[in-house]
């Protein structure tokens, strides 16, 4: 376990992590786009 974390502090952020957390950032746009969308829809009807 303590190594895990040694090695883990260690690693620089790899392609693959930036690619990730572009992609979860790019969820998170649409996911409160849609909210947005859905109480537009709310108030709407």
């Given amino acids: ?3 895990q974390d040694f090695t ?3 690693t620089k952020p790899t392609a693959h992590d930036k690619q990730k957390r572009l992609a979860e ?3 998170g746009k649409r996911i409160s786009r849609l909210q947005l969308a859905l109480k537009k829809e709310k108030i709407l009807n």
Wanted: net charge neutral; proline share 0%.
């Fill in 8 to 10: 883990r502090k260690n």
């Fill in 25 to 27: 950032e790019e969820l």
């Fill in 1 to 3: 376990m303590s190594n």
